[in-house]
T-cell receptor
């Protein structure tokens, strides 16, 4: 089952604008990760934020995490046509012992037009 | 290129049949994960192996099985296939299969059951 929901489901912006995607989850987590998927292809890891961190930056990406609200956001600044893809948040949580799993959200489909 | 390889890229088969999907992890990674991506269920974690042993199980059907071999490559076996098994199957790998690690995804195998 999906851990969380992503909002919006789809987002269309023009090149140069910022894109913000939100992710909500349900259970306690060790970390939250964001992935990008180009149409029908494999997922590419973008950024990981640990449960004790509130904000993290990587290039044009900014991720925030609010564990009290069980939510995260991904901001892509100065978007480019090449950013067109689906973006997924994934929460990492322990199973038994050191076993863990990633639970993916429903994804946001981002379209960046020229 | 994540360094994770999957074969075949595409697979078309009939209901009731059995197929085997193959995955080679990134060099040095000991843990392999399998995921299923379908339109109605999204991205679902199936199973994780670490150094040849099963470590965690997700939403894997009894008709499905997997194993990781001494050379660390992994196979996912799907039997008694149903129309609903049509999906993208991804393999991912990570160094030690710990909760804080990034998972690197392969390009996927697209399975179509007719």
């Amino acid at each position: 089952s999906q851990q969380g929901e992503e909002d919006p489901q789809a987002l269309s912006i023009q090149e140069g604008e910022n894109a913000t995607m939100n992710c909500s989850y349900k259970t306690s987590i060790n970390n939250l990760q964001w992935y990008r998927q180009n149409s029908g292809r494999g997922l590419v890891h973008l950024i990981l934020i640990r449960s004790n961190e509130r904000e993290k930056h990587s290039g044009r990406l900014r991720v925030t995490l609010d564990t009290s609200k069980k939510s995260s956001s991904l901001l892509i600044t100065a978007s480019r046509a090449a950013d067109t893809a689906s973006y997924f948040c994934a929460t990492a949580s322990y199973l038994v012992g050191t076993a863990s799993k990633l639970t993916f959200g429903t994804g946001t489909r981002l379209q960046v037009t020229l | 290129d994540s360094g994770v390889t999957q074969t075949p890229k595409h697979l078309i088969t009939a209901t009731g049949q059995r197929v085997t999907l193959r995955c080679s992890p990134r060099s040095g990674d000991l843990s392999v994960y399998w995921y299923q991506q379908s339109l109605d269920q999204g991205l679902q974690f199936l199973i994780q192996y670490y150094n040849g042993e099963e470590r965690a199980k997700g939403n894997i059907l009894e008709r499905f099985s997997a194993q990781q071999f001494p050379d660390l490559h992994s196979e996912l076996n799907l039997s008694s296939l149903e129309l609903g098994d049509s999906a993208l199957y991804f393999c991912a790998s990570s160094p030690r299969g710990r909760v804080g690690e990034t998972q690197y995804f392969g390009p996927g195998t697209r399975l179509l059951v007719l």
